[in-house]
């Protein structure tokens, strides 16, 4: 099983303040974990000899 980073809960709202201040159309969800740094940690883990 791996592990998985999520982001805190500060990240979050900040996030979504930042979406309401924009009044546009949602993101994909591939651009909101991009934007939170999901892949930036799936990267590295990708890197970790197994």
């Known amino acids: 099983m791996g592990h998985y980073y ?3 809960k500060e ?3 900040a996030y979504l ?7 546009s159309p949602p993101p ?5 974990r ?3 740094g999901f ?3 799936e990267a590295q ?3 970790l000899p197994k």
């Open 6 to 8: 999520h982001p805190s």
């Open 11 to 13: 990240q979050v709202r």
């Open 17 to 23: 303040q930042r979406r309401l201040a924009e009044h």
């Open 28 to 32: 994909s969800p591939k651009e909101i």
């Open 34 to 36: 991009r934007q939170l």
């Open 39 to 41: 892949e930036l940690f």
């Open 45 to 47: 883990r990708q890197k």
